[in-house]
C-alpha cells in the first residue's frame, strides 16, 4: 500500500508530524507507524516511580494543542493523557498504525519511491509499503534495550537488579533497602518517587551532576493566561521558558565558573548542612556539558533532609549476595539495586536504511539543519534539542517539512537530497556532550558540520527563523 508521507513513530515528534501532514500538508496521504501497541512512545514506555518530564510542560507540549494543565513539571501519566488526548482531538488516531515495527526502509532512485518493510510483534506478519517520502520520529534510543554495566558480581547478589526502561507493576520496594546507581535525570526522578515507601534509598554515583530545583507549577503562566485568555497566555509561557532556559544556556557556556557557582549555591541553600554539597554535588565539568537535572519543588532534597534517603559518590568494586562493595571499603546493603545508567543510542529506530542497493552507514552522514542526513533522499528525522524541550525542535522540523513539501509542488519536484560539496568540514560531533550514553554511541551518531546548514546551534531562536523564514533552496539541497 502507498502514501505520499510515512511516519515512524507515534510519540511526541510522531504525533507533531502528523498532525502537520495532516492539516497543512496539502492533502496528502500519510500513515504513523508504530511499533508497540499504543501511542505515546517514552511516555508510554517507562513505568517507573515518578516517571515524569525533565522539560517543562509548556514547551515540551505542542503550540497548536498548549499544555492545559497548571502543572509545569508533569507526570508520565499526565503526559501520555495529553498524547491520546491531542491525538484524538486532531483526527491522527485513525492514521496509526500500530504494533508495525519498521525493520528496512529502502530508496529506488529509478522508481523514487521508498519501499518500507515492517514485521507485525503479535503475529510477525510482514506488511510492505512504499511512500514519497519517509519520516522518522523515533526518538534516538533503543525500546529493547538500555545501558547496562557489566556489573563485577552480579551474579552473586541475591536480590533483584531493575533497569527503568523495564520496571514492571510487580516490582515490590516496599520497606526494602534500594540502591539506585546513577546521578542522572531518571536517578534524581526514582529516588524522591520511592523515599518513604522503601526502608532507605541510596542514590550511587559515579559522578555528580548538575541538579536544579524548579516550582512544580508555573504561577506567571496562569496569571498569562487570566491576563489574555489561554491562546496567548500560552504563547507568551512558551517564550518566557525558552527565552529563560537560552539565557542560562548561553550564560553558562560563555561563565562556567559563575553558573557553576550560582547552582551550588542553589543546592547548598536548599540542602543545608545534611549533605556534602562539595563531594556530591559538585560535578568535575562545567554546566551544559551534559544535561541539567531539574528537582521538582525540592522533592530530592525533602528526602535527603528527611533521612529517607542518602547520596555516596563512590566506585563499585563488586556486587555480594547482599548489596554492593566500594572501592572505599563501604558496603551498601541492598534488597533492590535499579541501574539507572542510561540508554543505548540509536538512528531511526535501528531500521536498516538501503539506498539503490546498497546499505547506508549512518555514522558517516552528516545532519542537514538538523532535520535530515546527508545523501539520504526524501527523508525527514525529527530530533528534539539537547539543551531544551525536545518538542521545540521537532515542532520546527515539522513546520519546516511542510513547507518543503509545498515548495515542492509550487516547482514540479519530486525529489529532495542533502549534498555535502567537495571540502566540506563535518568532523564535528552531532552532540555536544560528554554524558557516557553520547560518547558510547558516537560512532552510530551522523556527524555535523562547522557552518550552515550542516551546523546545529542548539539555538531555538536561530532555528525558528531558519526553519520558517529562510529559503528552501540553498547550494546543499538538490532537487530532482
Same mark, same amino acid.
Given at each position: 500500500?502507498?502514501?505520499?508521507?510515512?511516519i515512524v513513530g507515534a510519540g511526541l515528534s510522531g504525533i507533531c508530524a502528523g498532525y502537520y501532514v495532516k492539516e497543512h500538508g496539502g492533502g496528502r496521504s500519510f500513515a504513523i507507524l508504530e511499533g508497540r501497541e499504543s501511542l505515546g512512545g517514552t511516555w508510554d514506555l517507562f513505568r517507573y516511580p515518578g516517571i515524569r518530564s525533565d522539560s517543562d510542560m509548556h514547551t515540551l507540549g505542542f503550540s497548536f494543542n498548549p499544555?492545559?494543565?497548571?502543572?509545569?513539571?508533569?507526570?508520565?501519566?499526565?503526559?501520555?493523557?495529553?498524547?491520546?488526548?491531542?491525538?484524538?482531538?486532531? !483526527?491522527?488516531?485513525?492514521?496509526?498504525?500500530?504494533?508495525?515495527?519498521?525493520?528496512?526502509?529502502?530508496?529506488?532512485?529509478?522508481?523514487?519511491?521508498?519501499?518500507?518493510?515492517?514485521?507485525?510483534?503479535?503475529?510477525?506478519?510482514?506488511?510492505?509499503?512504499?511512500?514519497?517520502?519517509?519520516?522518522?520520529?523515533?526518538?534516538?534510543?533503543?525500546?529493547?534495550?538500555?545501558?547496562?554495566?557489566?556489573?563485577?558480581?552480579?551474579?552473586?547478589?541475591?536480590?533483584?537488579?531493575?533497569?527503568?526502561?523495564?520496571?514492571?507493576?510487580?516490582?515490590?520496594?516496599?520497606?526494602?533497602?534500594?540502591?539506585?546507581?546513577?546521578?542522572?535525570?531518571?536517578?534524581?526522578?526514582?529516588?524522591?518517587?520511592?523515599?518513604?515507601?522503601?526502608?532507605?534509598?541510596?542514590?550511587?554515583?559515579?559522578?555528580?551532576?548538575?541538579?536544579?530545583?524548579?516550582?512544580?507549577?508555573?504561577?506567571?503562566?496562569?496569571?498569562?493566561?487570566?491576563?489574555? !485568555?489561554?491562546?496567548?497566555?500560552?504563547?507568551?509561557?512558551?517564550?518566557?521558558?525558552?527565552?529563560?532556559?537560552?539565557?542560562?544556556?548561553?550564560?553558562?557556556?560563555?561563565?562556567?565558573?559563575?553558573?557553576?557557582?550560582?547552582?551550588?549555591?542553589?543546592?547548598?541553600?536548599?540542602?543545608?548542612?545534611?549533605?556534602?554539597?562539595?563531594?556530591?554535588?559538585?560535578?568535575?565539568?562545567?554546566?551544559?556539558?551534559?544535561?541539567?537535572?531539574?528537582?521538582?519543588?525540592?522533592?530530592?532534597?525533602?528526602?535527603?533532609?528527611?533521612?529517607?534517603?542518602?547520596?555516596?559518590?563512590?566506585?563499585?568494586?563488586?556486587?555480594?549476595?547482599?548489596?554492593?562493595?566500594?572501592?572505599?571499603?563501604?558496603?551498601?546493603?541492598?534488597?533492590?539495586?535499579?541501574?539507572?545508567?542510561?540508554?543505548?543510542?540509536?538512528?531511526?529506530?535501528?531500521?536498516?536504511?538501503?539506498?539503490?542497493?546498497?546499505?547506508?552507514?549512518? !555514522?558517516?552522514?552528516?545532519?542537514?539543519?538538523?532535520?535530515?542526513?546527508?545523501?539520504?533522499?526524501?527523508?525527514?528525522?525529527?530530533?528534539?534539542?539537547?539543551?531544551?524541550?525536545?518538542?521545540?525542535?521537532?515542532?520546527?522540523?515539522?513546520?519546516?517539512?511542510?513547507?518543503?513539501?509545498?515548495?515542492?509542488?509550487?516547482?514540479?519536484?519530486?525529489?529532495?537530497?542533502?549534498?555535502?560539496?567537495?571540502?566540506?568540514?563535518?568532523?564535528?560531533?552531532?552532540?555536544?556532550?560528554?554524558?557516557?550514553?553520547?560518547?558510547?554511541?558516537?560512532?552510530?551518531?551522523?556527524?555535523?558540520?562547522?557552518?550552515?546548514?550542516?551546523?546545529?546551534?542548539?539555538?531555538?531562536?536561530?532555528?525558528?527563523?531558519?526553519?520558517?523564514?529562510?529559503?528552501?533552496?540553498?547550494?546543499?539541497?538538490?532537487?530532482?
Amino acid at each position: 500500500m502507498h502514501f505520499n508521507v510515512l511516519i515512524v513513530g507515534a510519540g511526541l515528534s510522531g504525533i507533531c508530524a502528523g498532525y502537520y501532514v495532516k492539516e497543512h500538508g496539502g492533502g496528502r496521504s500519510f500513515a504513523i507507524l508504530e511499533g508497540r501497541e499504543s501511542l505515546g512512545g517514552t511516555w508510554d514506555l517507562f513505568r517507573y516511580p515518578g516517571i515524569r518530564s525533565d522539560s517543562d510542560m509548556h514547551t515540551l507540549g505542542f503550540s497548536f494543542n498548549p499544555w492545559p494543565n497548571p502543572q509545569a513539571i508533569a507526570d508520565g501519566p499526565s503526559i501520555l493523557k495529553y498524547l491520546h488526548d491531542t491525538s484524538e482531538e486532531y !483526527g491522527l488516531d485513525a492514521h496509526i498504525r500500530y504494533q508495525q515495527m519498521v525493520e528496512t526502509i529502502s530508496w529506488s532512485s529509478e522508481d523514487r519511491l521508498w519501499t518500507v518493510t515492517s514485521k507485525n510483534r503479535e503475529s510477525s506478519e510482514t506488511t510492505v509499503y512504499t511512500c514519497d517520502v519517509i519520516w522518522a520520529c523515533t526518538g534516538y534510543y533503543r525500546y529493547d534495550r538500555g545501558h547496562m554495566p557489566d556489573y563485577p558480581g552480579a551474579s552473586k547478589f541475591k536480590g533483584q537488579i531493575v533497569h527503568p526502561q523495564f520496571w514492571t507493576d510487580d516490582i515490590d520496594y516496599e520497606d526494602k533497602n534500594v540502591v539506585v546507581i546513577g546521578s542522572g535525570a531518571t536517578a534524581v526522578t526514582l529516588v524522591p518517587a520511592m523515599a518513604g515507601k522503601a526502608a532507605h534509598v541510596t542514590m550511587l554515583q559515579r559522578s555528580p551532576s548538575y541538579v536544579l530545583s524548579v516550582p512544580e507549577e508555573d504561577a506567571i503562566s496562569e496569571v498569562l493566561k487570566k491576563a489574555t !485568555g489561554k491562546t496567548v497566555g500560552s504563547a507568551l509561557t512558551r517564550w518566557k521558558n525558552v527565552g529563560r532556559l537560552m539565557f542560562f544556556f548561553q550564560f553558562s557556556r560563555r561563565f562556567p565558573e559563575a553558573a557553576r557557582n550560582y547552582l551550588l549555591k542553589e543546592v547548598e541553600a536548599k540542602i543545608g548542612d545534611v549533605v556534602d554539597v562539595g563531594e556530591h554535588f559538585s560535578p568535575t565539568y562545567a554546566p551544559w556539558d551534559q544535561r541539567l537535572c531539574f528537582v521538582p519543588d525540592d522533592d530530592l532534597f525533602d528526602a535527603l533532609r528527611s533521612g529517607e534517603a542518602s547520596v555516596v559518590t563512590d566506585t563499585i568494586k563488586s556486587f555480594d549476595a547482599t548489596g554492593i562493595e566500594l572501592d572505599s571499603g563501604k558496603h551498601l546493603n541492598a534488597d533492590i539495586i535499579v541501574s539507572a545508567t542510561g540508554l543505548d543510542l540509536v538512528v531511526a529506530g535501528g531500521a536498516k536504511i538501503v539506498v539503490d542497493g546498497e546499505e547506508l552507514n549512518v !555514522g558517516e552522514e552528516t545532519m542537514y539543519k538538523g532535520a535530515m542526513l546527508s545523501n539520504l533522499p526524501n527523508a525527514i528525522l525529527s530530533v528534539g534539542y539537547t539543551n531544551a524541550s525536545w518538542t521545540l525542535k521537532c515542532e520546527l522540523i515539522s513546520q519546516y517539512a511542510v513547507r518543503l513539501l509545498s515548495y515542492m509542488d509550487d516547482h514540479d519536484y519530486q525529489v529532495f537530497t542533502p549534498r555535502l560539496a567537495p571540502g566540506e568540514q563535518t568532523d564535528q560531533p552531532l552532540i555536544d556532550f560528554n554524558s557516557g550514553y553520547i560518547q558510547r554511541a558516537a560512532d552510530r551518531l551522523p556527524k555535523q558540520g562547522r557552518r550552515l546548514p550542516w551546523r546545529l546551534y542548539q539555538n531555538y531562536v536561530l532555528d525558528t527563523a531558519l526553519f520558517r523564514h529562510f529559503p528552501i533552496e540553498d547550494d546543499a539541497l538538490h532537487f530532482e
